[in-house]
C-alpha cells in the first residue's frame, strides 16, 4: 500500500464523522462541506483501501463489520491527536479553537447571551458554535463539545459543573387576567383557571410542581394553549391568556415593570441549577473553562467550588 498521505487524513476524518453521525447531511453540517464532496471522499477512501466501508440507502448510512471497525480505531487515534492539541492550551494564554454548544432557549437568553461580548472580547481566538433547542440531546453522538440542561436530567457518565444556584419555579399571572378570574391561592384553584402549559423536548406535557419537599404537589393544568417555549408562554400571559409556570428569573423585567405578578408565591418550587456538562475525557474543549468562569462569575457563586480538569 502506498505511503499515508495528508489527503488520506481528510477522507479518513470525513468518514469517522459520518458514522458518528449517521448521516451525510449532519456531517456536511458538522463539517461545512457539502454532500457531494463527502460522498466523493468516501469514494476514493474506498477505492484507495480496496474495500467497502458504508451501506449507504436513501435513508440510513450504516458502516460495514470493517468500517466499524476501522471508524473505532480512527476515532481513538482521533481523540490521541485532540487531547494532544488541546495539551497545548497550557502553554498558550489564549484558548484556541471551535467551541460547540448544545443549550435550551431559556439558557441561552439567561446565561450565555450576558456574557457572549465579554467572552468572544477576552478570547478572541475560539469560534463559539451555539445550537439552541430545548429537546434531549446526545451531544456525543450530534458532535457538540458541551450542553447546558437542568443538572437532574444530565447523564451519569458525564461531568457537569452548576452554572447557578438552585432555580426558583413561579405561577404567573397579568393583572388584567387576575383582575378577571380571580387569584388563586391552593394548587386545586389551578384546576379552574386557563393555563399556559409547556411541552418539553420529547413532546411531553410538563406537570406544573407547587410546593417543596413532602408539600410538593405535581398539577396537570387544564389549559386551551400549550408552547414548546418560554418566550411565546411568557408573552402570553403578559396579554392576558392565563396563568404561566416558570423560572422566576426569566420574567425578572415583566414582574419589576408590573406586566406580571407571582400568584401562589407560598406555593413557589426550588429546582436543580442549570449545569455545563461534557463528556469525561481527560482534556476539555478550548474556551469551555472560561465560559464556564464567566458565567459563574455572572451568577455570583464563588470560583473556589468548582474544577474543570486542564490535563
Given at each position: 500500500m502506498a505511503?499515508?498521505?495528508?489527503?488520506?487524513?481528510?477522507?479518513?476524518?470525513?468518514?469517522?464523522t459520518i458514522v458518528r453521525r449517521g448521516s451525510f447531511r449532519q456531517a456536511a453540517i458538522e463539517l461545512d462541506l457539502t454532500t457531494s464532496a463527502l460522498s466523493h471522499s468516501v469514494k476514493k477512501l474506498e477505492s484507495r483501501l480496496g474495500v467497502r466501508l458504508l451501506n449507504r440507502t436513501s435513508r440510513s448510512v450504516v458502516p460495514t463489520d470493517i468500517g466499524a471497525e476501522l471508524a473505532r480505531r480512527l476515532a481513538d487515534g482521533f481523540q490521541t491527536i485532540s487531547e494532544a492539541l488541546a495539551a497545548l492550551d497550557l502553554y498558550r494564554r489564549f484558548p484556541v479553537g471551535r467551541l460547540r454548544l448544545n443549550i435550551p432557549k431559556d439558557a441561552s437568553r439567561l446565561l450565555v447571551s450576558p456574557v457572549l461580548v465579554d467572552f468572544l472580547r477576552a478570547y478572541p481566538q475560539i469560534r463559539l458554535d451555539v445550537t439552541v433547542e430545548d429537546r434531549p440531546v446526545d451531544i456525543i453522538a450530534e458532535g457538540f463539545d458541551a450542553g447546558i440542561r437542568y443538572e437532574s436530567t444530565i447523564p451519569k457518565d458525564m461531568i457537569a459543573v452548576a452554572l447557578t444556584a438552585p432555580l426558583r419555579w413561579v405561577v404567573v399571572g397579568a393583572p388584567a387576567y387576575l383582575s378577571r378570574h380571580g387569584r388563586?391561592?391552593?394548587?386545586?384553584?389551578?384546576?379552574?383557571?386557563?393555563?399556559?402549559?409547556?411541552?418539553?423536548?420529547?413532546?411531553?406535557?410538563?406537570?406544573?410542581?407547587?410546593?417543596?419537599?413532602?408539600?410538593?404537589?405535581?398539577?396537570?393544568?387544564?389549559?386551551?394553549?400549550?408552547?414548546?417555549?418560554?418566550?411565546?408562554?411568557?408573552?402570553?400571559?403578559?396579554?392576558?391568556?392565563?396563568?404561566?409556570?416558570?423560572?422566576?428569573?426569566?420574567?425578572?423585567?415583566?414582574?419589576?415593570?408590573?406586566?406580571?405578578?407571582?400568584?401562589?408565591?407560598?406555593?413557589?418550587?426550588?429546582?436543580?441549577?442549570?449545569?455545563?456538562?461534557?463528556?469525561?475525557?481527560?482534556?476539555?474543549?478550548?474556551?469551555?473553562?472560561q465560559l464556564i468562569g464567566l458565567i459563574r462569575d455572572q451568577e455570583g457563586l464563588p470560583s473556589s467550588s468548582w474544577h474543570v480538569p486542564t490535563a
Open positions: 505511503p499515508f498521505t495528508r489527503s488520506d487524513l481528510s477522507d479518513l476524518t470525513v468518514f469517522v388563586p391561592s391552593r394548587p386545586e384553584d389551578l384546576l379552574q383557571h386557563s393555563c399556559i402549559q409547556m411541552r418539553v423536548g420529547d413532546n411531553t406535557a410538563f406537570p406544573w410542581e407547587l410546593g417543596d419537599g413532602a408539600a410538593m404537589v405535581r398539577i396537570d393544568v387544564p389549559g386551551p394553549f400549550c408552547a414548546n417555549e418560554t418566550d411565546i408562554s411568557v408573552d402570553a400571559a403578559v396579554r392576558g391568556a392565563g396563568l404561566a409556570y416558570c423560572l422566576e428569573n426569566r420574567v425578572e423585567a415583566e414582574l419589576r415593570s408590573g406586566q406580571l405578578e407571582v400568584v401562589m408565591p407560598d406555593w413557589s418550587s426550588m429546582g436543580p441549577p442549570f449545569a455545563m456538562y461534557y463528556p469525561s475525557r481527560r482534556q476539555t474543549p478550548p474556551g469551555l473553562r
